[in-house]
């Protein structure tokens, strides 16, 4: 690790002797906490603790507090031609933890949201398969299942970045990404149950939307860890998700997870469809193209502060959190950085670190009031470091829209506020 500025990690001991010695100043510092009804604040009693609340009937699924509402997916509306296929964005500057609520998932779409019926439901299996079978909703949920997370990535997250700083904030940058637990069917089991002819090599995936989404998957891939899911966190996936069915394809870019899937192919070629063809290959500045770049390689994010996640104290004791990824296994460790890049100190991983999954990081320090130049880089178990936007576009050039794992950064002022810069 390059060398540090000599503040290391404050103790917490001296933190809490600090908070303890000071009293109610460390809380009234920060201008998030002087905000409110002071009636509501001790020593009154608060005007929640004087009337009864609502009983389970009026909220029998459950809602998060009115005071979030404003945690809500957003999209930008002139990145896309229409609101049946465009995208919206995971907030990610306020969650915690690695596991994304359903209603918080990303979206996108090709042709909007399809809308089925579980009961008309069917997943057809054929092609050079020994017997072509077709299954029902139920089922598919007869064959042994297993419980996974994982992250889902679109390849053009954070695309908009390949010639620049554009879009203020990490929910915009960043926030086509999500992590969930699945619950499904391997979908290996599927195919022995049809079986295999010795000359199937690749897959065709078709969705149920009227876009008929496709993508060719190798056989390997098939094979070796992907899932037929019909649940997400417990639940039934949502219909933006892909309900009843979708494929997920852990560690591999999102648009290859076929949502609301009817129909599975075995071929011994792929099929080159639009998908992957005139869309999500990486062109490059000679005008070639990457095609078949299915895994999305090391990333990761500071989520606060971040634009959308200013620092609402002046100055003292500071909590950065993010995330970090990997689509070719488990994330080993992250390094972030307060001077943009100069000075590198290593992170503190918390709760799972899972193959393929969102992994939580987090590094405190004493902020001095100064501004700051916050970036994060990831490492995964296979050593590839996750690497600076001018080495990618060193290797790549700037046509892209697919496949950004270059290293963001904040710039932190000095009244906290957080904006979306690059450095040279």
């Known amino acids: 690790m390059a060398g540090g500025q000599g503040q290391g990690h404050p103790s917490r001991r001296m933190f809490l002797r600090a908070g303890l ?64 296929s465009s995208v919206s964005f995971t907030p990610l500057h306020e969650l915690d933890g690695i596991i994304t609520p359903n209603g918080l998932c990303f979206e996108r779409h090709h042709a909007g949201i399809a809308e089925i019926d579980p ?56 926030g086509m990404v999500h992590c969930v637990m699945y619950t499904g069917v391997p979908l290996k089991l599927l195919l022995q149950e049809a079986g295999l002819k010795a000359n199937a090599k690749w897959l065709l995936l078709e969705g149920a939307d009227a876009a008929a989404m496709t993508r060719s998957l190798p056989l390997q891939k098939a094979l070796d860890d992907a899932l037929v899911a019909y649940r997400m966190n417990g639940e039934m996936l949502r219909p933006e998700n892909g309900y009843p069915a979708r494929i997920v394809l ?44 299915f895994v999305m390689d090391a990333k990761s994010v500071i989520t606060s502060p971040s634009p959308q996640a200013p620092l609402n104290h002046k100055k003292g004791f500071t909590v950065l959190s993010g995330l970090a990824w990997s689509g070719r296994g488990k994330i080993q460790r992250v390094d972030v950085s307060l001077d943009g890049g100069r000075n590198w100190r290593t992170a503190r991983l918390d709760g799972p670190v899972w193959d393929k999954a969102l992994t939580r990081f987090y590094y405190e320090f ?52 957080v904006e979306n810069v690059e450095v040279a």
Not at 262 to 269: C, N
Not at 274 to 292: C, I, M, P, Q
């Open 21 to 84: 010695s000071t009293g109610t100043a460390i809380i009234g510092a920060g201008g998030a906490w002087a905000a409110g009804d002071p009636a509501n604040q001790p020593p009154n009693v608060p005007d929640w603790s004087r009337y009864l609340g609502d009983g389970v009937a009026v909220r029998a699924y459950g809602k998060p507090s009115k005071h979030e509402a404003h945690v809500v997916r957003r999209d930008v509306e002139w990145l896309t031609a229409s609101r049946e």
């Open 250 to 293: 852990p560690g591999w870019e999102a648009n290859m997870w076929v949502k609301w899937l009817r129909r599975i192919e075995v071929g011994d070629e792929p099929w080159h469809h639009r998908e992957e063809t005139s869309k999500y290959t990486d062109l490059l500045a000679n005008g070639k193209a990457r095609r078949f770049t």
């Open 366 to 417: 004493d902020w001095d009031g100064r501004e700051l130049l916050l970036q994060s880089r990831a490492m995964d178990e296979t050593g590839y470091v996750q690497p600076t936007k001018a080495e990618l576009r060193k290797v790549r050039g700037v046509n892209s829209i697919y496949h950004n794992n270059g290293i963001q950064t904040w710039h932190v002022k000095a009244n906290g506020e």
């Open 119 to 174: 009961a008309d439901y069917r997943l057809i299996l054929h092609g050079l398969v020994d017997k072509p079978l077709i299954f029902t909703l139920d089922d598919l949920k007869r064959f042994p299942r297993v419980n996974r997370a994982y992250f889902c990535e679109c390849a053009a997250n954070s695309g908009m970045e390949w010639r620049g700083a554009q879009l203020n904030g990490c929910q915009y940058t960043h």
